[in-house]
């Protein structure tokens, strides 16, 4: 960032004073604003700038650095030696990226699964909640806004073996043994991500069928488009932003998970989040774990450049 | 458009994906009332007892306190540095300005493992401590988009005219700011800082990376989720807690509502 280039455009009304006397002295002061405005700028840029660099990008900066080092012996950065050692391990080891698909695909199966469970959602809201709106939002809200942790938790009181479902069926019953399939697999992790996005998904897709004209309907009533012929050429293209806003909202954080199926997963339920979390607690590999960030930095990158192509930010924000 | 009647199917579907979507949160709740310390069905008996050996259960308010310790010093900085942001985007231009918005705006699309594997390697290379500071430094990096989100969409609902009437009467532009444009915006600034507050006391993903012997309240609630016998007093602070955030949210929502 050149430090001269950077400074702020002063706007027009401070333009230089071309004669004195009657009014000089406004435009004296206004000119004294300009300078302030110059000072006020490096008080208001510097202190985010040096925070996100120190807390944000450095870290990421450092991780990449360290994504090179070949050993794991001695101090963090003593004995460099700049290497591509880790990221042939991860190449070469193929059930890495075998968890990295399976990690997307699962990522893939929970996005579309919220937004299509969460259309209806937001198609109830925006055109047949009526005056109950604001309440009827709220509702839909408040699992959202209860603690994550807890949530998932509360499945696996659920599905566990001396849970709520197992023994309610024991009691009347339907089966004589808990069921052990119902907790720590995939199943269970792709059915509690689910169930903690359908909100938030929702928000999007209101906020799309919302900004929909009400004159087009009518318009397309007069011309005898039929209720289902009125969704599929109105309703579904106009409302196509916020669901794919709704996707990539979703896609996005799911891919990096590794809370949810720690906690409902077991062994068989882990996802790409899950090694990265092991290499820098339990099996204290940094390097690797390194690396592996880095993949997965790589591919949220990759994703979000994509999800910018597909959606305007411009149409989200009106 | 919006008081037509719904078809009963749609407003089937919409009761019943919430009685779905609430499950699990009268599942907590039964448990931190339920006198068994599993949930199994039938229903042995009614208790407040969880709540009762939740005021002598040190560990577990500890944990909570840390847990607002955190929340309430990151969303303050998050705030703060937010409403800087915002009125950089919305009433300057600067070449870096682009860049500046894409650097406060990552952190949103960062995964949390990475951010919390990265900073665990700061602090180490810097010989820092894990404690509470470093779980707030993250927290306010992640905050930094939703206040800068809420302050931002504030600053551009009214005109900077105010602002100019202000300095042609001669008033300098810190003057202007903080006489002007603080009061105007504040609301958006309580809005923020409460989102921020509710973001970092649910945070779990890093702060198991960062909180190092100092557990804010999910990192301290997942490592006793081994031992069945403390779980119900777990939830039955957790359940006053949501009660709690519950309660942020809905001052935060009508804070902003009336602002609208």
Known sequence: MGRSKSGPVTTPTQASPKSEGFGGSILRARRGAGRDR???FWVLYLPPLIWLGLFFLIPIVLMAAFSFRSDTY????????PGLNQYATVVLTGSYWRLLGVSSFMALIISVSAVVLSYPLSYFLAF????RAGIYLILLLVPFWTSYLLRVMAWKIMLGS??????FLIYFGL??????ALLYNRNTVI????????????????????????????????????????FMRITLPLSLPG?????????IPTIGEYVTPLLVGGSNGFMYGNIIQDFFTKAANWPLGSALSMIMLGATMILVLIATRIIKLEDLLQ | MNNRRAPISLSLYYFGLIAFLYLPIVVLFLFSINSNTTLSFPLKGFTLGWYQKLLQADAVLRAARNSLVVASGSSFAATILGTMVSILMMRYQFKSKNLLLALAALPLIVPYVVLGVALLLLFSVLHVDRSLLTVGIAHTVVALPYTLLIIASRLAGFDSSVEEAAMDLGADYPTTLRRIVLPLILPAMVSAWLTAFTVSFDEFALALFLAGTQPTFPVYLFSQLRFANRLPIMIALAVLLMMGTLTLVFIAERYRQREV
């Open chain 1, 243 to 251: 669901v794919f806003a709704a996707f990539f909202m979703v896609f």
């Open chain 1, 74 to 81: 001695g101090a963090l950065f003593e004995n460099w030696k």
């Open chain 1, 38 to 40: 110059l000072s006020t």
């Open chain 1, 191 to 230: 059915l509690t991500l689910i169930y903690v996005w359908i909100p938030f998904a929702a928000l999007p897709i209101l906020a799309a069928l919302q900004r929909i004209e009400f004159s087009l309907f009518e318009a397309a009533a007069d011309l005898g488009a039929r209720p289902f012929q009125q």
């Open chain 1, 175 to 180: 089966i004589k043994e808990p069921l052990t």
């Open chain 1, 162 to 167: 001396d849970g709520v479902l197992n023994s």
């Open chain 1, 128 to 131: 047949y909640s009526g005056k």
